[in-house]
């Protein structure tokens, strides 16, 4: 792919935009089953919107996320995002890791699901560490992830601590103090209140509708409905992309067959592909 | 972004005899970049990151190296004091066995002093208050100084190799299993301690393993070699996301859920 153009019908204040994409796994371990995810994926990303994708389970919103953050590699069609530096689209879809590793560090953030902990960092250095690889002072980064963390009531006794040993709910707002403490104009959420109660639920719509408010494009996907409704702007069926339906329609007639062949592959697809995400 | 790369290897070859080693490699490293090679025993990666770092002569193609005068020669074209100071003083080389890269005879402070010496520092007492200094940035009491490496820990060790490799401020380090040989516990402790020295120094490393996880910690970008040849290249993430080649799926498959 050799996109370096923004497409004409693009407006110009647009923080992100995907159009035509088109993902699939090719499985070598199982044969070189191809399994489609989604094609033809389009949107555009504004400043201070919240666009949600939305659909049932399987259908490709996370793989959205991940081809979004450059994590999977996009078969056809083109992502683009403003690099905040040079206010210039770039053109993130044609998988240049060093154009990807600046776009991250500047750009587009994005909070994962699960928490990578790495062994022997504290939970307060994980949190500051985004700041302190922008060349924030090492002390004020601190202090301003004490801040969040004690906004999103970490138990300050656990600051020190590597978040290995910690509940779900203790990792994931170590994860989400993490995803906000930067500025990036873009940040990308895969389900960030999944394992937090309503108190940590209602800090981290109140951190969202922050963001939005500065100005941040944020593009998310919440099966918290009440966390949802508080932020979205706008929706968009992820289904109306689905690589999958179409093909599983085309070869498995009968409707009973059709509901297993989905479950096989999304069973396939979880094994091959999220057993290396620790 | 930096524009230009510290190191550029292009149509790299060895071969020995009619068996290949490793073949067709290609790729730049930028200051401050860590660079995974990954591939099972066997597949050429330690082959290769010995042709870069002139352990070993390489059969054909090309290792250029931006100098701190900023000339970008190919190695083989070095004089030889020009080489040897490479080794002594802008490289380091960080073996999987840290019995390879220390003197095991010597006291842990001689250990690193020498490489203090090798770049003209003759101050004994600055040579010891440097070498105290290293051993606890790498976390080894101050009054284990006098003591030689056979009585340390294979941990200790390893850490003790990593500050004689940086005490002399080096631009490009080479690591071959870092932590290959060390037990679990041991290795997390050698790791965090890479990792942090890594982005505080700003420095660009190519790190041989066969550990994913290891290079998931670690590097930037990543190399997949199979047979000698590169079969995937890309961001680290993107690499064990969503691998591309066969043998990057099996390679990333047999990694057992945690």
Known sequence: MTFHQPTGSMPQSALLSASGVAKSFTMHLRGGIRLPVVEDVGFALHPGECLVLGGPSGVGKSSILRMVYGNYAIDGGQILVRNRRTGELDDLGGGDPRLILDLRRDSIGYVSQFLRAVPRVSALDIVAEPLISRGTDPDEARERATALLDRLHLPSALFGLPPATFSGGEKQRVNIARGFITDHP??????PTASLDAANRDVVIALIKEKLQAGTGVLGIFHDQPVRDAVVTRTIDVSSFSARKKIEAVTEPSSERHGSSQQTSASLQEEQFRGPQR | MTTSPILSVRALEKR??????????????WPGEVLAIVGESGSGKTT????ISGRLDRSSGQ????MRDGRFPDLDDLSEAERRFLMRTDWGFVHQNPADGLRMRVSAGANVGER????????????RHTATEWLSRVEIAAERIDDQPVAFSGGMRQRLQIARNLVTRPRLIFMDEPTGGLDVSVQARVLDLLRSLVSELDLAVIIVTHDLAVARLLSQRMIVMKSGRVVESGLTDRVLDDPRHPYTQLLVASIPES
Do not use: K
């Open chain 2, 48 to 51: 290769l990151l010995n042709c």
């Open chain 2, 116 to 127: 203090l010496m090798a770049v003209g520092e003759r101050h004994y007492g600055e040579i």
């Open chain 2, 63 to 66: 290792v250029l190296y931006r």
């Open chain 1, 186 to 191: 873009v940040l990308l959420l895969d389900e």
């Open chain 2, 16 to 29: 020995y005899g009619t068996f290949i080693g490793c073949t067709d490699v290609s790729f730049d490293l």
